[in-house]
């Protein structure tokens, strides 16, 4: 073998590892031995982990995880596989986050939770209400990680979850309390900080979306921030022009093009070309009967022209329901432009599922698997990127999340 | 003094339904109690010391509604969970 076929050959070689590893493979002398999956579900009444075989024909659920906890996000560390962090509290209880570092065997509570600052004696201070959104730090910084309160608040870990601070230049921001309105301005559940989204390419690059306030951006790790709203409607606000107050869902950014953003909004589908610098409302694509307003968003592990929503009905008075009862998840594969209609297999009427904004997931097999949760305690998951549709569970308590996991 | 722990708190107190515990306040008592068993005070005190929305405490038969309230030798305190959900 010649030097530059040798040098070929190991390229070829790195490419296809690092192509299974973008599908969960590993290769061992030529034969491709694949890692199970797992899903990991919040819900309202305590987390649970679907454990897949390797088809991800088969699943397994696991006993209830803190059964009676309100879980609102339960994530695994992809850094460090064996890391998973849970947000959780109780009717009762306060919030609280708990880690497990056995794949969710044994679980640790935070030594000092997120929380907002304490203020002088005589002043009001904010008050966490429970941890929302779990997202781990940028792969040069092992061990960080952030979360997102309700009300609004920014925290952040460098020691895997165990201690937990705020960020200050959210938290304490002179701007925080006009970015995120009064007490009207909170979704019915209480208003959230979600979508902590760090730039690959950069650990000081962070995005957030607040339901309320708007998507909002820092370039030095969460020291200052600029709201990143342009183009977005905030029907529910006098002026369309507003530079925040907006109510993004949930909102995306393609690891492979960190220039893209996707958002569900209250208002619609959006996508932003950061070179463009406005977001686009792409669901006017989507057919009209259905309507483009919903709460989750998945992204396609390797091309960041394909996402999937899953459409609620959001007229008269919000029913939060499958439109007409007739539940379908619709995907793009052309960045927004248009949509297909997704429902094999899923119920085609009387089914008036409500999926909420963390509780849709892609895994990263090819095909990819989609999976989501509803409220009425069932997860549905597709092997083949959402062409047809199986129910894995049923009877589960309302799901709030449900991330993909390394079994 | 007698603290009595309500059955959602008795996972810090390893399955304890009643301990012993000191304090000149209440305040002094559930840092005591934190110390002892860690993270049991926030789950029942927020960060701005205020006692959370769905929890109880009462010093004897009298319910504390500040967490600087003094306690004296003799009093049991109770922690309880508000009858909030129906």
């Known amino acids: ?407 | 003094m007698k603290v009595h722990i309500p059955t959602a708190l008795r996972s810090y107190t390893g399955g304890l339904g009643e301990v012993e515990a000191e304090g000149a306040t209440l305040d002094h008592l559930l840092r005591e109690l934190d110390r002892r068993y860690p993270g049991f005070r926030f789950r029942i005190i927020d960060e701005q010391d205020g006692i959370r929305s769905h929890i109880k405490i009462f010093i004897d038969m009298e319910q504390a509604r500040d967490i600087r309230a003094t306690l004296r030798e003799a009093d049991e305190v109770s922690i309880l969970l508000a009858l909030s959900g129906g």
């Open chain 1, 1 to 407: 073998m010649t030097k530059s076929n040798r040098d070929e050959k190991k390229a070829k070689d790195k490419k296809s590892k690092r192509a299974n590893a973008d599908s969960g493979k590993t290769e061992t002398d030529g034969r491709i031995a694949r890692r199970p999956l797992a899903l990991l579900i919040a819900t309202r009444k305590g987390a649970f982990i679907l454990r897949g075989n390797k088809s991800r024909r088969n699943w397994e659920i696991s006993e209830p995880i803190f059964l009676g906890h309100t879980v609102h996000h339960i994530l695994q560390d992809p850094r460090d596989p064996e890391s998973i962090l849970m947000a959780a509290r109780t009717g009762h209880l306060g919030p609280t986050v708990f880690r497990s570092i056995d794949r969710g065997k044994n679980w640790v509570e935070a030594e000092r939770p997120p929380a907002f600052r304490k203020v002088p004696e005589g002043q009001k201070g904010l008050v966490v209400d429970h941890v929302f959104w779990l997202t781990p730090g940028h792969p040069s910084e092992p061990g960080v990680w952030y979360a997102g309160s309700s009300p609004q608040g920014l925290f952040r870990s460098e020691d895997g979850g165990k201690t937990w601070d705020g960020v200050d230049g959210f938290n304490e921001n002179p701007m925080r309390h006009a970015w995120v309105g009064g007490d009207q301005d909170g979704t019915p559940d209480g208003p959230k900080l979600h979508s902590v989204l760090i730039d690959p390419r950069d650990a000081n690059h962070i995005y957030l979306g607040m339901s309320m306030g708007g998507v909002f951006e820092s370039l030095d790790k969460g020291g200052s921030w600029k709201p990143l709203n342009k183009g977005c409607a905030a029907d529910f606000l006098p002026d369309q022009n507003v530079e925040y107050g907006h109510d993004p869902h949930c909102v995306r950014l393609h690891p492979l093009m960190p220039e893209r953003l996707y958002q569900q909004n209250h208002c619609g589908i959006y996508r932003m070309e950061r070179g463009a610098g406005e977001w686009i409302r792409v669901g006017d694509n989507m057919p009209k009967k259905v309507g483009d307003i919903g709460f989750p968003l998945v992204l396609h592990p390797r091309d960041p022209d394909t996402a999937w929503v899953f459409p609620m009905d959001g007229t008269t008075v919000w029913p939060r329901t499958s439109p007409e009862g007739k539940p379908a998840a619709y995907v793009t594969q052309d960045a927004g432009n248009s949509w297909k209609r997704l429902d094999k297999g899923l119920p085609k009427r009387d089914a008036w599922l409500t999926v909420k904004r963390q509780a849709m997931a892609s895994d990263s097999r090819d095909p990819v698997g989609v999976y989501f949760g509803t409220t009425s305690g069932e997860v549905w998951g597709s092997r083949n990127e959402g062409k047809s549709w199986d129910c894995l569970v049923r009877s589960l308590p309302h799901i709030y999340s449900i991330e993909v996991a390394e079994s």
